[in-house]
């Protein structure tokens, strides 16, 4: 079987001791492993430091986006057996291997096109000049330069692709040398991913450790970055690791997030926008088998409209076929890991017993194409909440699995947005209507509880990703449980690997700092 290694400085290092086994979690069959310890992790942050810095470092932004462009070239080329990783080892169907390679793709190439836009500099201004003298000769700029530190990149099992490509795509163009770790469970992904990444980036600019984090932590030092995706739990050990507190470490965190979705009152299920918000809501239960941390979690719909909307949903998901996701006939495929399952049956049962069944029961299912007894499977689940502000489990805990729940409201959007803060702090919410005054309220009360808020219309409804999607160009994080991060959102998307300094002094010598004349 093969033993993943690590690309730590400069060379493949396969570690040693104990080894955890990758599995295919529809079979459970063995596909890889990792060696749980055993790397000089001490070599991999000074070889950053030195090789990493300097190479990588001294390039512009322009020469920093073709390196960019090159790695979206590579996942292109190695397409078809990218999607075939990601089928045997995240359990994903071809649709959902498509969403996290191609979007790790088109992710690189926006930052490859922003490299090209920002040019031959490598330092940036943060708005125009600003006169603090008494007159124009003594001026105030702020700008940034990069980080003299490492990047150290820890995502979560659920996009093994996307979640490596869209932090390196921020920390490559900002100048900063990165040290990735994806999730044990599904690492083969990045594995190869960074196999076809490392000839063409400078030496130091792309390190990988595969297996558990060890010392990942120990040799973090000043002007070092972490950017974690993944549970809230262990985001509160990160919060509160020593080397992190001690050295002032900048720390991003993506974690859990209760995703609300409201139908307006003025939306019929028929027309354009009912249809969207039920093919979202349908999405986002089985897209990635609703192990994304952006899908629809707790639903509003208006009182006296709840059964409309649970026997489309009941007739939609009832065509769905749950099994071994390599089948072309399958639409959605098993949770990623053991855990996972045994985590998303618990949460299931959580709201159960504080909620009445619509579909699918308590996740129970008899897959397709699977060895009888195998795989880590859970079918759509649909729950329905009398009272759902004051509906305890549904708004306090994160089940990270096809499963949504559905409850009443009067309309008022103040009312929604009161139920979107009860997540406390979410990725994204998404509401439904074509009424603009009711759309202006709810997103003037729920904004500060979002990070990003998704407007369901009939004007936008045919080209719209829905709301699971995070693009390269929108901020990605959200505030309070989200873990207060924020990544991606164009050229902010860099400001977490860069410094911002204020300059002041003659405004001649701050205009040529920039390239002025
Ligand atoms: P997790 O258990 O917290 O693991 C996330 C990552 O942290 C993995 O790479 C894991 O490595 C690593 N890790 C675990 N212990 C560590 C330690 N002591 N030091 C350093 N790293 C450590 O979360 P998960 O179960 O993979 O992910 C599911 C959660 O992620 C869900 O709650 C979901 O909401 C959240 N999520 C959030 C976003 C977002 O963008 N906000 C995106 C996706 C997922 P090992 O695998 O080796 O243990």
Redesign the pocket.
């Known amino acids: 079987m093969q033993l993943l290694a690590s690309y730590l400085s400069g060379s493949w290092s396969q570690g040693s001791g104990a080894r955890t086994t990758l599995v295919n979690p529809a079979t459970e069959a063995p596909l890889a492993e990792v060696a749980n310890g055993g790397h000089d992790l001490e070599s991999a942050y000074r070889y950053a430091r030195t090789a990493g810095t300097l190479e990588l470092g001294n390039l512009t932004f322009a020469q920093r986006g073709a390196l960019l462009a090159s790695l979206a070239k590579a996942i292109h080329g190695a397409r078809e057996e990218l999607l075939a990783l990601a089928v045997a080892n995240g359990g994903n169907t071809r649709g959902d291997a498509k969403f996290d390679i191609d979007g790790g793709a088109m992710t690189l190439s926006y930052y490859a096109d922003l490299g090209a836009k920002l040019g031959a500099t490598s330092v940036l201004a943060d708005g125009e000049p600003i006169q603090v003298g008494r007159t124009a000769r003594m001026g105030g700029q702020h700008v940034w330069t990069r980080r003299r530190g490492v990047a150290v990149h ?6 093994p692709g996307w ?1 490596l490509c869209e932090k390196l795509g921020c920390s490559l163009l900002a100048g900063m040398p990165t040290i990735s ?5 599904t690492a083969l992904v990045t594995h190869r991913m960074v196999e076809l990444f490392a000839p063409l980036l400078p030496p130091g600019a792309l390190q990988l450790l595969v ?3 060890g010392a ?2 120990e040799h973090l030092g000043p002007g070092d970055v972490v950017a ?8 509160s ?2 919060r509160t690791h020593s080397k992190i507190l001690d050295h002032g470490v900048r720390l991003n965190v ?4 209760l995703n609300a979705a409201i139908l307006g009152p003025d939306v019929d299920l028929t027309s354009e926008t009912g249809g969207l918000f039920l093919a979202d809501v349908v999405r986002d239960m089985t897209q990635k088998t609703g192990q ?3 899908a629809i979690r707790r639903v509003l719909v208006p009182a006296g409209r709840e059964s409309d909307v649970f026997e489309a949903l009941r007739d939609r998901l009832g065509g769905i076929a749950v099994g071994d996701p390599s089948r072309e006939d399958v639409r959605m495929g098993p949770v990623a890991t053991a855990q ?1 399952h045994e985590a998303v049956l618990a949460g299931i049962a959580r709201l159960a017993a504080a909620t009445e069944e619509v579909f699918g029961g308590t996740g129970q299912v008899t897959p397709v194409g699977v060895p009888a007894g195998k795989g880590f499977f859970v079918g759509p689940v649909v729950r329905a909440a009398e009272d759902p502000m004051w509906c305890e489990p549904l708004n306090d805990h ?1 089940v ?1 699995g096809p499963v949504t729940t559905v409850g009443p409201y009067d309309g008022d959007a103040e009312f929604a947005a009161e139920f979107v803060a009860r997540g406390h702090g979410c ?1 994204v919410s998404s509401a439904y209507s074509d009424d603009r005054d009711w759309v202006a309220s709810f997103v003037t009360a729920a904004a500060p509880w979002a990070g990003r808020l998704y407007l369901g219309s009939s004007k936008m409804a045919a080209q719209s990703p829905g709301p699971g999607t ?1 693009l390269p160009s929108l901020l ?3 505030p309070g449980r ?2 207060g ?1 924020q ?1 991606l959102g164009g050229e902010r998307g860099l400001e977490l690997y860069m410094q911002r300094t204020a300059l002041e002094g003659d405004a001649s010598v701050l205009k040529s700092l920039l390239g002025g004349g």
């Open positions: 820890i995502n979560a099992f659920n996009f979640g770790k994806p999730a044990t469970a297996g558990p984090a990942l932590l974690f995706t993944g549970s809230s739990g262990t985001a050990m990160l993506e974690a859990d997030s994304k941390c952006t996972q994160e990270f990725l995070a990605h994080g959200g989200a873990g991060g990544e």
